[in-house]
């Protein structure tokens, strides 16, 4: 503004009109500073108490989504208009999109390709279909009508290069020059309704939420089948099955395959036993694959492409979807896996506490300066951001969050400001894909952020995949095993998905109960457990097994005792369901040894402990590693052996430590285990949750130090601790874990 007063470079005094455009949310603070700029004093006063007069050429112009927060005396100042989505709709844009595209590389007009592209949009696309989506399906967030369009041509530019290379490859330049004429060939024009096909059921309806109460995916199938099946040609293994739009592809000759004949087979790496860190590709996470694929390969900046414009504008791919189902592994893999050797990413975890300068220096750590004002990362390599968990950030007073508004500046003009010296920055080849929980933070972020995302819910696998998935690993895992033992594998699967699916239908979170989620993770978790069978178990051993890590897993988790026994009404059905020999000789075995441990009571003279319906009281369902042979997971021989075992642990631990005076009776016991058996695993966390008092720190001791045998680093919170003591504190344990290859358990208290 200064230097359009004063006339310096680049503005000269017979420019007749000087824009300055205001691009963001409007709150009550910063505006109230142009107040006097826009009334008849016409002029801006710093702190510094200089005076910037308001000159005749200069304008002021405001681009705001809304007023929510503007005061009366702002918008009595300017001119209000009201921009109407419905009014302008999606056609400049698509006008502009298609007046771009050229089928053949040479700089001559296309006609056809453009007449080709248009009539499928009609067909497609036109305003009656628009309202009827609107009307029947719902999206997972809101998502306006030109950003579904927008998805369609950029998913279309994808698809035109896979075209182009299948369809021109090896033409020479008189071919090339007469190229558009092939869209009138039945293979191309068959090739190119497909493509667009699949690229407007993935723009339309792949943002549709698919929930129990609310199946929009499944209503936007129907209409679909209805209103375009017919139209193109899909290979239907089973006739039976039900159609689903988002499960085929358009093959080299047009024709709509099913994903699951290309699913590539699982090999097994030397994690395999780690089901958390596996990744087993299935047909829906190849579909979510292949949408981000033909976006991140179109995402760049102009002249990339010698046969289409390229475009200025920054697009990018948003996954949302609830916790466990795969959002961050899908995108992980694709990262990590399926990009060509100049692409590289920068993972970026928003939180809570996340603002703008924090999220711009993560963002400049990865880029450099190429020339002038321009950075990117080095030539000739693309820029991924993967931004996840985009809805973190808090919300301020005005509605607003600083890291969507910097993401949304990026986006939109390619730069963002050096807040230091004011100057801008002009980032190049970079782009972003994201992912967010709509139940989670914000719920949904700035709408002109999301109009730069095309969207793609993420639901929860289906049974059959999860089976297709989780038999896979755990076939694998027993492939070594006995026959009698790799025969229980499919019975294994079905059970605990089983059991996982009753819980999740049983057990609903409330405001109470809301840590009731149980999804991909906890399933995750449970396998992770039935994976530590050894060669040496017996089909017995597989019950003992189920019931022990069903409890971990689910009824750990119960608030109340009601819950609880409900949940082992349901885990002792699927129980009976699955394993009904291996239950009836596990019963046959504990009577027997019941009988023999009631003689040899009776002999010493010896009171048997009975329950009060009369029965003999039975051990829990424990497995320890720290009983008996060091590396197998297995039960201990009894309850009473394991109770020797912990306390001549924590004698150990008592002769090396600050001694703890505990007494261990059988809950203590079984809290131990319990916190062992997490610490063994991978990305093993535990959340004790107990009054005062109850025994969380010093068990917790006892397995870390006494049992697993990791050094215990604590940090100790006081009214005086702040983010500058945590920092300081997560360096020390850094260098023992990292630089030391120590074994460490962070523990804090009083979370």
């Known amino acids: 503004m200064r230097d359009m007063a004063r006339n310096n470079s680049p503005y000269r005094e017979e420019q007749n009109i000087k824009w300055i455009v205001l691009d963001g949310d409007v709150d009550a603070e910063w505006i109230e500073s142009l107040n006097t700029v826009m009334d008849d004093n016409k002029v801006l006063t710093l702190v510094s108490n200089e005076r910037i007069p308001l000159s005749e050429p200069m304008r002021l112009l405001f681009e705001v989504s809304n007023l929510n927060h503007a005061t009366p005396a702002t918008v009595s100042r300017a001119g209000i208009l009201y921009v109407n989505p419905a009014d302008v709709g999606p056609k400049p844009f698509l006008d502009s999109w298609l007046h771009e595209q050229k089928f053949g590389p040479l700089n001559k007009t296309d006609d056809k390709l453009r007449s080709a592209l248009n009539s499928l949009f009609n067909k497609y696309c036109s305003f009656e279909d628009l309202y009827e989506l609107k009307r029947e399906t719902q999206p997972i967030v809101p998502v306006g009508q030109i950003t579904r369009i927008k998805s369609i041509c950029y998913m279309m530019e994808g698809l035109l290069d896979e075209m182009r290379d299948k369809f021109l490859k090896g033409m020479s330049k008189e071919q090339l020059e007469d190229a558009g004429t ?37 209503r936007f199938n129907t209409w679909w089948k209805i209103k375009h099946k017919k139209d193109i040609e899909y290979k239907v293994a089973d006739p039976k099955t039900p159609f689903d739009a988002f499960a085929y592809f358009p093959d080299q000759k047009g024709i709509m395959q099913n994903w699951e004949s290309v699913v590539p087979e699982y090999n097994a790496g030397r994690d395999s036993h780690l089901v958390t860190q596996v990744f087993v590709p299935t047909d829906e996470t190849l579909r979510v694959t292949r949408i981000v694929d033909l976006l991140v390969r179109t995402a760049y900046t102009p002249g990339s492409k010698p046969n289409r414009n390229g475009r200025e504008q920054c697009w990018g791919i948003m996954l949302v979807g609830g916790a466990g189902t795969g959002k961050t592994a899908i995108l992980n893999n694709y990262l990590r896996n399926e990009t060509d050797e100049n692409t590289v990413y920068k993972t970026i975890n928003l939180n809570y506490y996340t603002d703008a300068p924090s999220l711009k220096d993560v963002l400049e750590s990865s880029i450099s300066k190429r020339q002038g004002r321009t950075y990117g990362p080095p030539v000739p390599k693309k820029l991924v951001f993967y931004i996840d968990d985009i809805n973190m950030q808090k919300v ?36 972003y894909v994201s992912s967010m929980n709509p139940k ?7 709408p002109r952020l999301q109009s730069h995302f095309t969207t793609i819910g993420c639901m929860m696998p289906s049974k059959d995949t999860l089976v297709g998935i989780f038999k896979q690993v755990l076939d694998i895992h027993m492939f070594e095993f006995k026959k009698p033992m790799r025969e229980l594998s499919q019975r294994m699967v079905d059970s605990c998905i089983e059991l996982h699916m009753r819980v999740t239908d049983r057990f609903l979170p409330s405001s109470v109960k809301f840590h009731y989620l149980f999804n991909m993770r906890e399933l995750g978790k449970f396998f992770q457990g039935m994976c530590r069978l050894t060669r040496a178990a017996k089909p017995t051993d597989v019950v003992y097994l189920f019931e022990h890590e069903a409890l971990r897993v689910y009824q750990d988790r ?37 009988e023999r441990l009631s003689s040899l009571a009776a002999a010493e003279g010896k009171e048997v402990k009975v329950e009060k319906k009369g029965k003999i009281e039975r051990d829990p369902v424990i497995f320890t590693t720290f009983c008996g042979d060091m590396t197998v997971y ?13 306390t ?12 703890m005076d505990l007494v261990l009776f059988g809950m203590a016991i079984e809290h131990v285990t319990r916190i062992v058996r997490i610490i063994e695993q991978d990305r093993g966390n535990a959340l004790l949750v107990g009054v005062g008092g109850s025994g969380k720190q010093s068990l917790s001791r006892l397995a870390a130090k006494g049992i697993c045998g990791y050094d215990v680093f604590q940090i100790k919170v006081t009214q005086t601790y702040r983010e500058a003591d945590l920092r300081t504190d997560l360096q020390t344990l850094y260098r023992s874990t990292g630089e030391k290859n120590q074994q460490v358990a962070m523990k804090r208290g009083h979370a």
């Open 182 to 218: 092939l869209l009138v060939s039945e293979d191309v024009v068959t090739y190119l309704e497909a493509a667009f096909a699949f690229a407007a059921v993935w723009a339309l309806g792949g943002m549709t939420i698919n929930e129990k109460n609310n199946d929009s995916r499944r």
């Open 396 to 431: 301020d007073k005005y509605d607003t969050q600083s890291t969507s508004e910097l993401i949304r500046q990026h986006m939109d003009y390619g730069l963002w400001y050096d807040t230091k010296d004011l100057d801008a920055k002009h980032i190049v080849d970079t782009m």
């Open 440 to 446: 989670a933070g914000s719920f949904t972020i700035n």
């Open 558 to 594: 119960m608030l109340t005792k009601k819950d609880g026994q409900m949940f082992c009404k349901e885990l002792e059905s699927v129980k009976m369901k699955h394993f009904s020999e291996e239950v009836k000789t596990a019963y046959a075995e504990m009577k027997e040894e019941e």
């Open 634 to 646: 297995q039960r201990p021989a009894s309850f009473h052996g394991l109770r020797n075992v912990l």
């Open 648 to 659: 001549q642990k924590l004698k150990e631990y008592n002769e090396e430590n600050a001694e």
